[in-house]
């Protein structure tokens, strides 16, 4: 289970591209998987919460600067890049509405793993995701009804409680047995946690895919545009923040990936719980090609390594 484990998350991009192309195969027995996405996402974020630890947070006090621009980058670069591109592409209704949701959600949960194979900082990394996450409740929610328009037939409220019910309960929950019971959380469950997360996001995308195979096939095109310009221009937006911030190389590089890599899942969860299944499009197909384009990158920095700073000592980086 351990060399499955291992492989499901090396092959992460391939299974789900995999993923999307079963739901355009199979939309009429995958299709009804869109419905369970809430409980899919609890999954996964019960297994993030189990990876995390005080530490992560403690980053915040040791290192602020760093922590508070990856903070704002995430919660600003994406949320008004999505609305530009949306407008910019011709996207209308729920489709626009879609790049929104991706846009305001907080960092993707595979954004740790993509640092750490690109030579960043793994424990800013995973200190950003930690930080977005639990504020996504209170900050995702006021910028999707700020640019998706006061006209949504939705309130703060019931975004908030959609967020608190399949994100924050859960890591809550996911931190709090490991804090408890670390020992066997470490030697029972941490190994096989990369392929419950990739299985969950697998079957996420497939059904989401499936509820959509006929707007894939007739306007996906267009949202498959906007959705790779999101991300190229997050990373690329979210590298020159961090480098004007003066951050170092490690740290640029753990800024971009957290800015460029979305919760696609909780996008999607939040569009089909209080929209339609068409608003999750856009997370769908972001899920695909964040992880693809991730993954690229990762190659890409992997042969670049940076050296450690003063700044981030050895004890602060850990997978």
């Known amino acids: 289970m351990r060399t499955v484990a291992e492989l499901a998350g ?13 739901g355009l195969l199979a939309p009429d027995a995958l299709a009804p998987i869109a419905t369970q996405i809430p409980l899919f ?23 602020p600067w760093a922590v508070l621009v990856g903070v704002v980058c995430q919660f600003t670069i994406m949320p008004l890049l999505a609305w530009g591109i949306g407008h910019l592409c011709g996207l209308e209704g729920e489709a626009l509405i879609g790049m929104i949701l991706v846009g305001a959600a907080p960092g993707g949960t ?35 009804l700020w640019l998706a328009g006061s006209s949504l037939d939705v309130t703060y409220g019931s975004l908030v409680m959609s967020i608190v019910q399949v994100v924050l309960i859960p890591v809550v929950a996911g931190l ?30 497939a059904g989401i895919v499936a509820a959509n195979a006929d707007a894939v096939l007739g306007t996906g095109l267009l ?84 050296a450690v700073t003063a700044e981030r000592a050895p004890d602060d980086a850990h997978a």
């Open 10 to 22: 090396r092959w992460f991009a391939v299974l789900v591209v995999l993923g999307g192309v079963a």
């Open 41 to 63: 996402l609890g999954i996964i974020m019960f297994g993030m919460g189990l990876t995390l630890r005080g530490a992560d947070f403690a980053l915040v006090a040791r290192r």
């Open 110 to 144: 595979a954004s740790n793993v993509i640092v750490y194979l690109a030579k960043g900082d793994t424990a800013l990394s995973v200190t950003l995701t930690s930080v977005s996450t639990v504020l996504a409740p209170l900050l995702t929610p006021a910028l999707v």
């Open 176 to 205: 709090l047995v490991r804090t408890f019971a670390g020992g066997l959380v470490e030697r029972y469950m941490l190994p096989y946690l990369p392929l419950v997360s990739v299985l969950g996001i697998v079957v996420v995308v």
């Open 223 to 306: 949202v498959a545009l906007a959705v790779v310009l999101h991300n190229g221009l997050g990373l690329l937006l979210g590298y020159g923040a961090a480098r004007a911030a003066g951050l170092d190389e490690s740290a640029r590089r753990a800024v971009s990936v957290e800015v460029g890599m979305q919760n696609s899942g909780l996008a999607a969860s939040l569009a089909t719980t209080h929209f339609t299944p068409a608003a999750a499009l856009p997370a769908a197909l972001f899920s695909v090609w964040h992880n693809v384009s991730g993954s690229v990158l990762a190659s890409f920095w992997s042969r670049r390594p940076v």
